[in-house]
Each structure stands twice: as structure tokens, then as C-alpha cells.
């Protein structure tokens, strides 16, 4: 998507993000979420939901010659585990994991030689953004 490309929803910002099921581009998860109420209209050809043999699954870590990627723990990421516990007691959180596409999408990150890029491409999915912005609430609500 180009830098000339606005929300189909808000018409305010820059669109980041398309419905999976019409298409239209939209740029945060609160522009998906007034979309979906207002009602999405699928297009009229059929799309295929991505199946599990199209993501990559590890078996065995990567050798060292084999990835340049290199884990950094700096800290400025660090939530403390009581704050992480309040992720348990969250029903919302249990609902969006019952979804098997995010449980796939969980699973492609944790099984992941690149973590970095599966989180990349994750984040392009409402779904996943909608996973991540109920754990940030959570976190950050206590």
C-alpha cells in the first residue's frame, strides 16, 4: 500500500491494513472494528483461508551458519511476570485464543527460524493486531 492510500473507514489516516473478508484498507484496529459493524460484504469471488502446509515449521533450531538472526536482550521489552499473570484472568484473551487462524499464527511465530518476520507479517492481520492490543491493554491497565 502507497503513502497516498487512506482509511476506507475514517477517510483521516494513512491505510495500513485490508478487511480479509471485502478487501477495503483501513488503518487501525478500532476502523476494523466500526467496518465489521456496519457490515462487511464479501467479494463476490472466493478467497481460501490460508491452510497449516503453508507455514514453515522448525523442527530443530537453526545452525549458526544458517541464520543471521541474533536474539538481543536489552530489557526495554520486559514485563514483569505479576503483570503477565493478569494475562490468565483476561476472558477476552481466552475467547481470541479459542480462534484456530491465531492459534496458527502463534504457533508460526514460536516455530519460527525468523520470529522477527512471522511477527512482521502477523501484525498485517486484524486478527492477530486485535490479540495484540488486548494483551497491551491488559499489561498496561494494571
Known amino acids: 500500500m502507497g503513502k497516498t492510500n487512506p482509511c476506507n473507514v475514517c477517510s483521516e489516516a494513512q491505510a495500513k491494513y485490508k478487511c480479509p473478508g471485502c478487501l477495503i484498507t483501513y488503518c487501525s484496529v478500532s476502523c476494523y472494528k466500526k467496518h465489521k ?6 467479494p463476490k469471488t472466493a478467497f481460501a483461508v490460508p491452510s497449516m502446509d503453508k507455514f514453515q515449521t522448525v523442527s530443530s533450531p537453526p545452525e549458526a551458519s544458517q541464520s543471521a538472526f541474533v536474539l538481543e536482550d536489552d530489557g526495554v521489552d520486559y514485563v514483569p511476570s505479576k503483570k503477565l499473570h493478569l494475562l490468565r484472568q483476561s476472558d477476552r484473551l ?3 485464543l479459542k480462534n484456530h487462524h491465531l492459534q496458527a499464527y502463534l504457533k508460526n511465530i514460536n516455530n519460527s527460524s525468523r520470529p522477527d518476520l512471522a511477527m512482521e507479517k502477523a501484525m498485517r492481520e486484524p486478527l492477530f493486531i ?3 492490543d488486548e494483551c497491551l491493554r491488559v499489561i498496561q491497565s494494571s
Do not use: H, M, T
Open 37 to 42: 459493524l456496519d457490515g462487511c460484504e464479501k
Open 130 to 132: 486485535e490479540f495484540a
Open 94 to 96: 481466552r475467547d481470541l
